[in-house]
Protein backbone atom coordinates (compact mmCIF):
# COMPACT_ATOMS: atom_id res chain seq x y z
CA UNK A 1 0.00 0.00 0.00
CA UNK A 2 1.55 3.14 -1.55
CA UNK A 3 1.73 5.88 1.05
CA UNK A 4 0.19 9.40 0.15
CA UNK A 5 1.89 10.47 -3.21
CA UNK A 6 2.96 13.50 -4.31
CA UNK A 7 4.30 14.82 -7.89
CA UNK A 8 6.49 16.59 -8.54
CA UNK A 9 8.73 16.47 -5.33
CA UNK A 10 10.96 19.55 -7.29
CA UNK A 11 8.86 22.14 -9.25
CA UNK A 12 10.67 25.61 -10.80
CA UNK A 13 8.60 28.09 -12.32
CA UNK A 14 9.09 32.06 -13.64
CA UNK A 15 6.69 34.84 -12.05
CA UNK A 16 3.79 34.79 -14.01
CA UNK A 17 3.67 31.37 -14.65
CA UNK A 18 0.92 28.58 -13.23
CA UNK A 19 1.61 25.99 -11.20
CA UNK A 20 0.46 22.21 -10.90
CA UNK A 21 0.95 20.38 -7.74
CA UNK A 22 -0.08 16.52 -7.33
CA UNK A 23 -1.53 14.84 -4.78
CA UNK A 24 -3.04 11.09 -4.93
CA UNK A 25 -3.98 9.83 -1.30
CA UNK A 26 -3.66 6.85 0.61
CA UNK A 27 -5.40 3.74 -0.99
CA UNK A 28 -8.89 3.63 0.42
CA UNK A 29 -8.24 7.65 1.64
CA UNK A 30 -11.28 10.09 0.33
CA UNK A 31 -10.00 13.05 2.47
CA UNK A 32 -7.29 15.54 1.50
CA UNK A 33 -5.60 18.27 3.21
CA UNK A 34 -2.57 20.80 1.43
CA UNK A 35 -0.36 22.30 4.03
CA UNK A 36 2.05 24.94 3.15
CA UNK A 37 5.69 25.20 4.83
CA UNK A 38 7.75 28.46 4.16
CA UNK A 39 11.35 28.23 5.14
CA UNK A 40 11.81 27.75 9.16
CA UNK A 41 8.14 27.55 9.38
CA UNK A 42 5.88 24.81 10.50
CA UNK A 43 3.14 23.80 8.38
CA UNK A 44 -0.09 26.07 7.67
CA UNK A 45 -3.05 24.52 6.65
CA UNK A 46 -4.58 25.69 3.19
CA UNK A 47 -7.52 23.87 2.11
CA UNK A 48 -9.14 20.56 3.10
CA UNK A 49 -11.22 18.46 0.32
CA UNK A 50 -13.79 15.51 -0.29
CA UNK A 51 -14.05 13.99 -3.97
CA UNK A 52 -15.63 16.65 -5.40
CA UNK A 53 -15.85 19.07 -2.68
CA UNK A 54 -14.41 21.62 -0.87
CA UNK A 55 -14.83 20.63 2.99
CA UNK A 56 -12.38 23.97 4.14
CA UNK A 57 -10.97 26.47 2.48
CA UNK A 58 -10.20 28.65 5.22
CA UNK A 59 -6.25 28.49 4.63
CA UNK A 60 -6.42 29.13 0.89
CA UNK A 61 -5.12 33.14 -0.61
CA UNK A 62 -8.51 34.48 -1.90
CA UNK A 63 -6.74 34.96 -5.73
CA UNK A 64 -4.59 32.51 -7.71
CA UNK A 65 -5.03 29.75 -5.46
CA UNK A 66 -7.52 26.78 -6.32
CA UNK A 67 -7.67 23.37 -5.46
CA UNK A 68 -9.80 20.16 -6.78
CA UNK A 69 -10.21 16.60 -5.82
CA UNK A 70 -12.13 15.11 -8.96
CA UNK A 71 -14.05 11.98 -8.49
CA UNK A 72 -11.24 9.83 -11.07
CA UNK A 73 -7.81 11.28 -10.36
CA UNK A 74 -5.54 13.12 -8.14
CA UNK A 75 -6.01 16.12 -5.94
CA UNK A 76 -4.84 18.94 -7.83
CA UNK A 77 -3.33 22.32 -6.10
CA UNK A 78 -3.23 25.05 -8.53
CA UNK A 79 -1.15 28.46 -8.50
CA UNK A 80 -1.79 30.60 -11.26
CA UNK A 81 0.35 33.51 -11.98
CA UNK A 82 2.98 32.82 -9.54
CA UNK A 83 5.12 34.94 -7.73
CA UNK A 84 8.66 34.84 -5.22
CA UNK A 85 6.59 34.21 -2.57
CA UNK A 86 4.89 31.19 -3.43
CA UNK A 87 8.33 29.73 -3.19
CA UNK A 88 7.78 26.91 -0.63
CA UNK A 89 7.09 23.29 -0.04
CA UNK A 90 3.43 22.64 -0.37
CA UNK A 91 2.53 19.03 1.49
CA UNK A 92 -0.56 17.21 0.66
CA UNK A 93 -1.74 14.90 3.49
CA UNK A 94 -4.93 12.20 3.05
CA UNK A 95 -6.92 10.22 5.63
CA UNK A 96 -9.63 7.53 5.94
CA UNK A 97 -13.65 8.83 7.19
CA UNK A 98 -14.62 5.87 9.44
CA UNK A 99 -17.09 5.73 12.49
CA UNK A 100 -18.21 9.16 11.77
CA UNK A 101 -15.02 10.47 11.98
CA UNK A 102 -11.33 11.19 10.28
CA UNK A 103 -8.58 8.82 11.05
CA UNK A 104 -4.66 10.30 11.49
CA UNK A 105 -3.48 12.10 8.24
CA UNK A 106 -0.38 10.55 6.41
CA UNK A 107 1.97 13.43 4.89
CA UNK A 108 3.14 12.98 0.98
CA UNK A 109 6.98 13.88 0.73
CA UNK A 110 6.24 16.97 -0.64
CA UNK A 111 6.34 19.39 -3.60
CA UNK A 112 8.92 22.28 -3.55
CA UNK A 113 8.22 24.94 -5.47
CA UNK A 114 10.86 27.62 -6.11
CA UNK A 115 9.71 30.93 -8.18
CA UNK A 116 12.44 32.55 -10.13
CA UNK B 1 -6.56 32.10 17.26
CA UNK B 2 -5.16 28.95 18.14
CA UNK B 3 -1.22 29.33 19.00
CA UNK B 4 1.50 26.70 19.43
CA UNK B 5 4.96 27.50 20.59
CA UNK B 6 7.57 25.63 20.76
CA UNK B 7 10.99 25.84 22.96
CA UNK B 8 13.52 26.12 22.46
CA UNK B 9 13.96 26.78 18.25
CA UNK B 10 17.69 25.43 18.58
CA UNK B 11 19.24 22.82 20.02
CA UNK B 12 22.84 21.33 19.36
CA UNK B 13 23.76 19.08 22.11
CA UNK B 14 26.19 16.09 22.52
CA UNK B 15 25.66 12.56 21.93
CA UNK B 16 24.60 10.76 25.36
CA UNK B 17 22.69 14.00 26.76
CA UNK B 18 19.70 14.11 27.95
CA UNK B 19 17.12 17.25 27.08
CA UNK B 20 13.52 18.07 26.55
CA UNK B 21 11.68 20.09 24.06
CA UNK B 22 8.40 21.81 24.91
CA UNK B 23 5.42 22.66 23.26
CA UNK B 24 2.72 25.04 24.82
CA UNK B 25 -0.53 25.84 23.14
CA UNK B 26 -3.19 28.54 23.41
CA UNK B 27 -6.76 26.63 23.46
CA UNK B 28 -8.02 23.53 25.39
CA UNK B 29 -7.32 20.29 22.80
CA UNK B 30 -6.66 16.75 24.17
CA UNK B 31 -5.15 15.69 20.66
CA UNK B 32 -1.51 16.39 19.54
CA UNK B 33 0.89 14.97 17.56
CA UNK B 34 4.36 15.24 17.60
CA UNK B 35 6.62 14.98 13.80
CA UNK B 36 9.77 13.95 12.83
CA UNK B 37 11.01 15.70 9.32
CA UNK B 38 14.49 15.38 8.03
CA UNK B 39 15.77 17.79 5.57
CA UNK B 40 13.56 17.71 2.01
CA UNK B 41 11.89 14.77 3.40
CA UNK B 42 8.01 14.77 4.47
CA UNK B 43 6.80 14.74 8.33
CA UNK B 44 7.03 11.16 10.15
CA UNK B 45 4.23 10.32 12.49
CA UNK B 46 6.05 10.05 15.93
CA UNK B 47 3.17 9.77 18.96
CA UNK B 48 0.02 10.73 18.81
CA UNK B 49 -0.95 11.92 22.25
CA UNK B 50 -5.43 11.69 22.87
CA UNK B 51 -5.57 12.02 26.59
CA UNK B 52 -4.44 14.07 29.88
CA UNK B 53 -1.66 12.44 31.54
CA UNK B 54 -0.98 10.54 27.82
CA UNK B 55 2.85 8.99 27.65
CA UNK B 56 4.31 7.26 25.02
CA UNK B 57 7.85 6.13 24.31
CA UNK B 58 9.71 5.18 21.20
CA UNK B 59 13.48 4.42 21.51
CA UNK B 60 14.94 7.24 22.84
CA UNK B 61 12.18 9.08 22.75
CA UNK B 62 8.92 9.88 25.34
CA UNK B 63 6.11 12.00 25.02
CA UNK B 64 3.70 13.19 27.33
CA UNK B 65 0.45 15.74 27.64
CA UNK B 66 -0.76 17.95 30.09
CA UNK B 67 -4.02 19.66 28.87
CA UNK B 68 -4.70 21.35 32.14
CA UNK B 69 -1.27 22.71 31.57
CA UNK B 70 -1.76 23.17 27.61
CA UNK B 71 1.83 22.06 27.02
CA UNK B 72 3.40 19.11 25.86
CA UNK B 73 6.77 17.66 25.92
CA UNK B 74 9.56 15.71 23.85
CA UNK B 75 12.19 13.95 25.98
CA UNK B 76 15.59 12.49 24.53
CA UNK B 77 17.39 10.13 26.60
CA UNK B 78 21.13 9.59 25.87
CA UNK B 79 20.72 11.35 22.15
CA UNK B 80 22.73 10.04 18.72
CA UNK B 81 23.27 11.67 15.88
CA UNK B 82 20.80 9.84 13.69
CA UNK B 83 18.05 11.75 16.20
CA UNK B 84 19.10 14.69 14.62
CA UNK B 85 15.93 16.39 12.84
CA UNK B 86 13.36 19.36 13.00
CA UNK B 87 10.59 18.41 15.42
CA UNK B 88 6.95 20.04 15.17
CA UNK B 89 4.13 19.56 17.57
CA UNK B 90 0.90 20.06 16.36
CA UNK B 91 -2.30 21.24 17.96
CA UNK B 92 -5.71 19.18 16.77
CA UNK B 93 -8.57 20.88 17.25
CA UNK B 94 -11.00 18.90 14.70
CA UNK B 95 -11.01 15.29 16.75
CA UNK B 96 -9.06 13.68 13.46
CA UNK B 97 -7.94 14.25 9.82
CA UNK B 98 -5.61 17.36 9.20
CA UNK B 99 -8.17 20.05 8.47
CA UNK B 100 -7.76 21.29 12.33
CA UNK B 101 -3.73 21.31 12.83
CA UNK B 102 -2.07 23.81 14.04
CA UNK B 103 1.80 23.20 13.96
CA UNK B 104 4.24 24.87 15.99
CA UNK B 105 7.75 26.35 14.04
CA UNK B 106 9.41 22.96 14.94
CA UNK B 107 12.90 22.23 16.97
CA UNK B 108 15.92 22.00 15.10
CA UNK B 109 17.77 19.36 16.70
CA UNK B 110 21.83 18.99 15.94
CA UNK B 111 23.45 15.94 17.73
CA UNK B 112 27.03 16.04 18.01
CA UNK B 113 29.01 12.96 18.15
Known amino acids: NAGVMQNPRHLVRRRGQEARLRCSPM?????VYWYRQLPEEGLKFMVY????????ESGMPKERFSAEFPKEGPSILRIQQVVRGDSAAYFC??????????????FGQGTRLTVV | ELKVEQNPLFLSMQEGKNYTIYCNYS?????LYWYRQDPGKSLESLFV?????AVKQEGRLMASLDTKARLSTLHITAAVHDLSATYFC?????????????FGKGTHLIIQP
Open chain 1, 93 to 106: ASSLFEGGMNTEAF
Open chain 1, 27 to 31: KGHSH
Open chain 1, 49 to 56: LQKENIID
Open chain 2, 27 to 31: TTSDR
Open chain 2, 49 to 53: LLSNG
Open chain 2, 90 to 102: AVDLSGGGADGLT
